[in-house]
C-alpha cells in the first residue's frame, strides 16, 4: 500500500495527519500519550481500528514518558492513563478493546518493573497492529467473494489504509478485487459533514490506481434508482449483539436506499468491532461532534450565525438493512433477507 496511516518509529508514534489531506502529506512524529489523544479527538487519525491501535501506543508512550517512577509504576496509576486515553472518542468500540486487551495482559503478567512494563506495552501495541494488518487483508479475500468482474460499488465515508492498520475493511475488499484482476469501479459518497469520501477515499483509491467517481450524498439514491450500483459497502465503528451497526453519519439512509432497489447493502468490519456486551444499537453512544463542523467549511462559514445545530458523528443501521457482514472470521448472514 502507498498509504500507511500510522507507524511505530523508534519509541515514537508517527500518523498522517489527515485533516490537511489532500491538499498536504502532513506526517507527525508523537512522543508524548496528550498528543496523540489529541490526535485521536481532532480526526487527525480516524477509523475505528487505527484509532485503537492509536490508544494501544498512546498507553506505551505515556508510561515511558512519565519520569516520576523510575523502577515500578503503580497499578493505579497505569489504570488511569488507560481511562484518559479511553475518553478520547465515545463510540469506537476498537479504542476501549485496545486499551482493555492491553490492561488484561498486564494484569495476568503479575508484578513488573517499569523497563519490564514499558516493553510489554510496546510489544502489545505491536500485536494489536500486525493482527489488524492481518485481520485487514482477510476481510478483503472473504469480502472479493461476493463481487465480480465489472461490478461497481458504492461506499461511505473511509475504510481504506487510512483507517485502519491494514488495507482496510470495505476498501480492502476492493483492493483484493483489484489484485485478483477483477475491473471494479467505486463511487465514493463525498460524506458531510468532514467530506472523509472526498478528501480521503478518493485521495486514497486514486494513489492505487482505483476507478473512483466523487458523488454528493443526496445523489446515492440517483445512483441506484439508475441501477449502476451492484453492491454497497461500507466500515463498522461499533457492531452490537443483534447486529445493529453504528457508523459515520449518512450510512442508515444509504442502507434503506440500497434495500428499497434490491442492492446488497455489506458491512466489512474486523472481529473486534463486534460489541457482544452491547444488545442493540440503542446501546451505543453516538458522539455529538462540534456545531462548527456543520456551519464552517473548512474555515468558511455556510449558516447563519446563531443558528441551532444538529451533528451527531454517527448513525446506527439496525441489522434488518443488513445483506451480509464480512468479518476477518468469514462472511456472516446479516438480518435483510431479501
Known sequence: ?????????????????????????????LDDYREIIVSIKRLEVRGAPAIGIAAAYALAIGVQQDTSHQRDYPMDQLSALADEIRRARPTAVNLFWAIDRVMDRIRQAGELSKSSLVDMLWG????????????????????????????????????????????????GVIYVCRDQGKRIKVFADETRPLLQGARLTAWELMQE????????????????????????????DRIAANGDTANKIGTYPLAVLARAHGVPFYVAAP???????????KDIVIEERGGNEITEVFGTRVAPEGVNVFAPAFDVTPTELVSAYITDTGVRPGGRTD
Not at 217 to 233: E, P
Open 271 to 281: 472481529s473486534t468491532t463486534f460489541d457482544l456486551s452491547i444488545a442493540t444499537g
Open 124 to 171: 502489545e501495541a505491536e500485536a494489536i497492529h500486525e493482527e489488524d494488518r492481518r485481520m485487514c487483508r482477510q476481510i478483503g479475500e472473504n469480502g472479493a467473494a461476493l463481487i465480480a468482474d465489472g461490478d461497481t460499488l458504492l461506499t461511505h465515508c473511509n475504510t481504506g489504509a487510512l483507517a485502519t492498520g491494514g488495507i482496510g475493511t470495505a476498501l
Open 209 to 236: 490506481g482505483i476507478d473512483v467517481t466523487v458523488n454528493c450524498d443526496n445523489m446515492a439514491g440517483t445512483l441506484l434508482q439508475q441501477g449502476r450500483i451492484n453492491h454497497v459497502i461500507v466500515g463498522a
Open 1 to 29: 500500500m502507498k498509504v500507511q496511516a500510522l507507524e511505530r518509529v523508534g519509541n515514537r508514534l508517527r500518523l498522517l495527519d489527515q485533516t490537511v489531506l489532500p491538499h498536504q502529506v502532513v506526517y507527525k512524529d
